[in-house]
């Protein structure tokens, strides 16, 4: 299975974004069966079927053809190996808390986990909230972006120009090798997603 890891502060726009990859990787696919998982850390504001089932200790809601959404109970690594045994997904898409630094879960993954064929980290920056956040927690958004194989400014529709060229400058400097776009999660182009063919084999 291929695990992508989202990286981002709490309201930077992770579940918009998180969803349209699920439809993306679903469409792109098109084969039948839960070969998508979103594991959540927390109940967040995912669900589009109210319809919630208990199964292995998850709350499991179906989102659509062929993906699920598990909330986190557990130990990752302990969920990730039980999914590989038993879902047998190609994707999992692992929405972590907005304080998590993506590197340490990396590391977790490389040395528990198993069936893991690829992981990759889509670190998102909220353009809006960027000077806020930068003054504030400086060492969070330095770990979270420096981790990110692909970097998306998110709400770039809500600052002018200058600003996103500044952000942009910056992110360059905290992680010369990432692919940074500017994007917005309400109007979206999902061949974004085809970016996440940069990830490296683990």
């Known amino acids: 299975?291929?695990?992508?890891?989202?990286g981002g502060f709490l309201g930077s726009g992770k579940?918009?974004?998180?969803?349209?990859?699920?439809h993306y990787l679903v469409g792109e696919e098109g084969?039948?069966?839960?070969?998508?998982?979103?594991?959540?850390?927390?109940?967040?504001?995912?669900?589009?079927d109210n319809k919630v089932l208990q199964a292995g200790g998850y709350a499991v809601r179906e989102l659509f053809a062929g993906?699920?959404?598990?909330?986190?109970?557990?130990?990752?690594?302990?969920t990730l190996n039980?999914?590989?045994e038993t879902i047998h997904p190609a994707w999992v898409i692992f929405e972590p808390t907005g304080l998590a630094y993506p590197a340490k879960i990396i590391e977790t993954l490389r040395q528990y986990g198993q069936g893991i064929e690829r992981i990759v980290v889509?670190?998102?920056?909220?353009a809006e909230r960027w000077e806020e956040l930068t003054e504030i927690t400086p060492a969070l958004v330095?770990?979270?972006v420096s981790s990110g194989d692909l970097v998306l400014i998110n709400k770039c529709d809500l600052v002018g120009e200058e600003s996103l060229g500044a952000i942009r400058e910056a992110l360059r400097e905290m992680n010369p090798g990432a692919e940074i776009l500017s994007v917005s999660a309400l109007n979206l182009d999902s061949s974004i997603w085809r970016k996440i063919d940069v990830c490296q084999e683990v």
């Open 142 to 144: 330095q770990g979270q």
């Open 67 to 78: 993906c699920i959404c598990c909330t986190l109970t557990a130990d990752l690594v302990t």
């Open 82 to 84: 039980e999914l590989n």
């Open 122 to 126: 889509v670190s998102v920056v909220d």
């Open 1 to 6: 299975m291929q695990v992508v890891i989202f």
């Open 15 to 22: 579940t918009s974004l998180i969803l349209s990859l699920a």
């Open 31 to 48: 084969t039948e069966g839960s070969k998508l998982v979103i594991l959540e850390n927390e109940i967040g504001e995912v669900g589009i």
